[in-house]
């Protein structure tokens, strides 16, 4: 078994959609998207899943929209970090 393949955190899905919601990837360079999804990750608490469709069993709508929320919460306290920082800093 290979972890990295077999199991992940699902946030970092909720991550990557709002990174795309939020077209970040058409403003922003690649080392900026890895900081924030780092920032965004460190602030949410893990839920490792084996499959997308464990999580639609598993909890209940209210859940994943808190989910949803604190994933908000956490790439809007992470995005006014780094552009408060700036690019120099971040080296």
């Known amino acids: 078994m ?3 393949d ?3 955190n699902y946030y ?5 959609e709002r990174i795309e ?11 900026y998207l890895a900081d924030l999804c780092c920032l965004t990750l460190n602030q949410v ?4 899943i084996r499959h997308e469709v464990d999580m ?4 209940s709508q209210n859940e994943r929209d808190q989910m ?3 994933v908000s919460n956490a ?6 970090f780094l552009d408060e920082r700036g690019p120099r800093e971040r080296d």
Do not use: C, G, T, W
């Open 6 to 8: 077999d199991i992940h």
């Open 21 to 31: 919601k939020l077209k970040l990837a058409e403003v922003k360079d690649s080392d």
């Open 56 to 59: 639609a069993f598993y909890i």
């Open 75 to 80: 790439m809007d306290k992470a995005l006014k």
């Open 12 to 16: 970092e899905h909720l991550v990557l």
């Open 45 to 48: 608490p893990p839920r490792y």
């Open 68 to 70: 949803s929320m604190n």
């Open 2 to 4: 290979k972890l990295d």
